[in-house]
């Protein structure tokens, strides 16, 4: 079992930046990969940036340039850096981990936070 706090969301206008932050409740050493989601009002979610143990990052195409995913071992975090920000990225941001068990990957997620891009 994870539990995951997300914080840092809000309202933002466009080309500012907004941090979000993922706290877990266990060490993220032992997780297999941990990153961002988020969902547009009546949109698919969709993958924004994610940190694997192996230390690969991947961003979707959208963010790439703007978004920076980063992790603290020590504060069991991973964190967002959110730039440039446009309208487009308005959406419910939801922090995700996995971990493998034996040979089961669990998945757990975060509640979500509101990111408005807005004039």
């Known amino acids: 079992q994870v539990q995951l706090v997300e914080s840092g969301g809000g309202l933002v206008q466009p080309g500012g930046s907004l941090r979000l932050s993922c706290a877990a409740s266990?060490?993220?050493?032992?997780?297999?990969?941990m990153g961002w989601y988020r969902q547009a009002l009546g949109k698919q979610r969709e993958l924004v940036a994610t940190?694997?143990?192996?230390?690969?990052?991947d961003y979707a195409d959208s963010v790439k340039g703007r978004f920076t995913i980063s992790r603290d071992n020590a504060k069991n975090t991973v964190d967002l850096q959110m730039n440039s920000l446009k309208p487009e990225d308005t959406a419910v941001y939801y922090c995700?981990?996995?971990?493998?068990?034996?040979?089961?990957?669990?998945?757990?997620w975060g509640q979500g936070t509101q990111v408005t891009v807005s004039s």
């Open positions: 266990k060490s993220i050493f032992s997780f297999n990969s």
């Open positions: 940190f694997s143990s192996g230390g690969t990052t």
């Open positions: 995700k981990v996995a971990v493998m068990v034996a040979v089961s990957e669990y998945e757990y």
